[in-house]
C-alpha cells in the first residue's frame, strides 16, 4: 500500500509563489525519481519537473529558472518551488513517484492532484 499526499495547492495572483508538497509513505524501501506534473482543462498532462534520488533535476522549459524542485529523502518528501506564477501555470498538479517497494518490485505511482489557480 502506497500513499502519495500533495498539499500547498492554491489561488495566487501572477506575480506571487505557491510552495507544493508531496509526501509518499508506505512499505517503500527506496524512490528512485519523484516529479510532478501538471494538466490544465482540455490539454495532456505534462511534466513539469522531476528530480531523481541522486538530486539530478529536469525542467520543463516553460518553468526553468521560475520553478525549483527539491526532495528530502528522509522524509520521503518532494518539494515544488514555484515562483514567478503566471495565468498559464494554472493546472492541477500531480505528484508521481517511481518507487522501489519492499514486496512486489517497482511500481510508478500517482498522488490525487492539488489545483493551482493563477489570478490575471
Known amino acids: 500500500q502506497v500513499q502519495l499526499v500533495e498539499s500547498g495547492g492554491g489561488l495566487v495572483q501572477a506575480g506571487g509563489s505557491l510552495r507544493l508538497s508531496c509526501a509518499a509513505s508506505g512499505s517503500i524501501f527506496s524512490i528512485n525519481v519523484m516529479g510532478w506534473y501538471r494538466q490544465a482543462p482540455g490539454k495532456q498532462r505534462e511534466l513539469v519537473a522531476a528530480?531523481?534520488?541522486?538530486?539530478?533535476?529536469d525542467y520543463a522549459d516553460s518553468v526553468k529558472g521560475r520553478f525549483t524542485i527539491s526532495r528530502d529523502n528522509a522524509k520521503n518528501t518532494v518539494y515544488l518551488q514555484m515562483n514567478s506564477l503566471k495565468p498559464e501555470d494554472t493546472a492541477v498538479y500531480y505528484c508521481?513517484?517511481?518507487?522501489?517497494?519492499?514486496?512486489?518490485?517497482?511500481?510508478?505511482?500517482w498522488g490525487q492532484g492539488t489545483q493551482v489557480t493563477v489570478s490575471s
Open positions: 528530480i531523481t534520488s541522486g538530486g539530478s533535476t
Open positions: 508521481n513517484a517511481d518507487l522501489s517497494m519492499l514486496v512486489g518490485g517497482r511500481i510508478n505511482y
